[in-house]
């Protein structure tokens, strides 16, 4: 290869990484999902392994947050229906997180150079997130609805009940479990196969 064309390819291998992986074509199967983006199993792993959320609870609070997009961000607000205005919340990345939200995560964990449009730190995200739920609202790791409404109120939102009598957000916390069971159940028919594929990345 010449150096005129490896320059090329380090240049086009960067703007890849700048732009950041696309989001799947298709979101209903988890297995094609994770055989399309392969370095997402392994990170999904990883969360599993260290906070005890399935890969199919966090595939369903991404799918539900971002649509599996890594630069997604809240629509701005619109001054007398046309002057594009502030975006609602400063909300970003796959995980959809607040900036003070990430901030906590990045504290408490350690992982101060984490990136909210990082797949795997996005996942690391939300197990994290998870496990505190877990231990601040005492809501166990595999109720996906619950999970996901503390999630979107934040715990004290969650602990005071203010998810009660809206009626979007329980139809999305619903459609998070749902999800969440699909996932999971796919997951369980090629999980040896995704592991096989990935033996040795863990």
């Known amino acids: 290869m010449s150096i005129r064309h490896?320059?090329?390819a380090i240049c086009l291998?960067?703007?890849?990484?700048?732009?950041g992986?696309?989001?799947?074509e298709q979101t209903h199967d988890a297995c094609l999902i994770l055989e399309d983006n392969r370095a997402w199993w392994r990170d999904l792993r990883r969360s599993e392994d260290r906070w005890g959320v399935s890969p199919g609870i966090q595939l369903a609070i991404l799918r539900r947050e971002s649509s599996f997009?890594?630069?997604a961000r809240p629509a701005r607000q619109r001054l007398f229906g046309v002057i594009p205005g502030r975006r609602p919340s400063s909300a970003y990345?796959?995980?959809?997180a607040l900036d003070s939200t990430w901030d906590w995560y990045r504290e408490e964990t350690g992982r101060r150079g984490a990136d909210r449009d990082d797949f795997g730190d996005a996942t690391d995200f939300i197990g994290w997130y998870s496990h505190m739920s877990g231990r601040l609202s005492g809501i166990s790791p595999t109720d996906g609805r619950s999970l996901?409404?503390?999630y979107h109120q934040g715990h004290t939102g969650y602990n005071q009940g203010?998810?009660?009598?809206?009626?979007?957000l329980n139809r999305a916390a619903s459609q998070v479990a749902t999800d969440a069971s699909r996932y999971d159940s796919q997951i369980s028919q090629c999980r040896r196969r995704l592991d096989r594929r990935f033996l040795g990345v863990f």
């Not at 291998?13 to 732009?19: K, Q």
């Not at 992986?21 to 799947?24: C, I, L, Q, V, W």
């Open 21 to 24: 992986h696309a989001p799947p």
């Open 6 to 8: 490896a320059l090329l």
């Open 93 to 96: 990345g796959y995980a959809q």
């Open 13 to 19: 291998s960067g703007l890849v990484a700048a732009c």
């Open 162 to 168: 203010t998810y009660r009598g809206i009626a979007w």
């Open 69 to 71: 997009n890594a630069h």
């Open 148 to 150: 996901y409404l503390a």
